[in-house]
């Protein structure tokens, strides 16, 4: 799986839009993008995925570039409860396969 | 969706003994789970994928004889801390495909182990 690169942290204020940036530039034709979190002393969440086409859904919107080496995800309206590490992870969508986690985004939601 | 329950959520024990965690999954069958721990400030790191029917799958550097795993079902899976110390203490978190997103893994809440 290829592998990504994501900011350590970021903040954001509560109400305003989070925007989460990752980088996979070694990513391959058939490897999706995943975005997980993970609230504290909590498992993680799944939020969105996909190929090359944005992605919408009622957590968020995944925005990945056309040349897919990079993607964002997008909380619109960041509450307080959205304060968690988000990860990115990159992986191929056949079979029963596993997930690598990198070491995420600290996103810290403040009022 | 896809629900996966583990249990217990919180496990305090005497080192050298032995500690089960149970992992189902509560809406659909998966073949498959995956185990991870996750010690403080540290990311998730996978110990062992468990299949349903035959013998896990251990990562490098797991000890198959310490984390036994059983998958005797196709809604439970077991990890058993064995002969546990200090050391073992760390979160445990399970999760499998399953549901409507096939492809999507969905994780349990975790399990969180204290050897004193």
């Known amino acids: 799986d290829a592998k990504t690169t994501q900011p350590t942290s970021m903040d954001c204020a509560e109400g305003r839009a989070a925007n989460l940036p990752c980088n996979h530039s070694?990513?391959?034709?058939?490897?999706?993008v995943y975005w997980y979190r993970q609230i504290h002393s909590q498992g993680p969440q799944y939020i969105i995925h996909g190929l090359k086409n944005n992605e919408t859904n009622e957590m968020a919107s995944l925005i990945i570039t056309e040349d897919r080496k990079s993607s964002t995800l997008i909380l619109p309206h960041a509450t307080l409860r959205d304060t968690a590490v988000y990860y990115c992870?990159?992986?191929?969508?056949?079979?029963?396969?596993?997930?690598?986690f990198g070491k995420g985004t600290m996103l810290l939601v403040s009022p | 969706g896809a629900v996966v329950s583990q249990h217990p959520s919180r496990v305090i024990c005497k080192s050298g003994t032995s500690v089960k965690i149970e992992c189902r999954s509560l809406?659909?069958?998966?073949?498959?789970m995956f185990w991870y721990r996750q010690f403080p400030k540290q990311s998730l790191m996978l110990m062992a994928t468990s299949n349903e029917g035959s013998k896990a799958t251990y990562e490098q550097g797991v000890e198959k004889d310490k984390f036994l795993i059983n998958h005797a079902s196709l809604t439970l899976s077991t990890l058993t801390v064995t002969s546990a110390h200090p050391e073992d203490s760390s979160f445990y978190i399970c999760?499998?495909?399953?549901?409507?997103?096939?492809?999507?893994?969905?994780f349990g809440a975790g399990s969180r182990l204290t050897v004193l």
């Open positions: 070694t990513i391959s034709g058939n490897e999706y």
């Open positions: 992870i990159v992986r191929g969508n056949s079979g029963y396969s596993t997930l690598t």
């Open positions: 809406d659909f069958q998966a073949t498959t």
């Open positions: 999760s499998a495909h399953g549901g409507s997103g096939a492809n999507v893994l969905t």
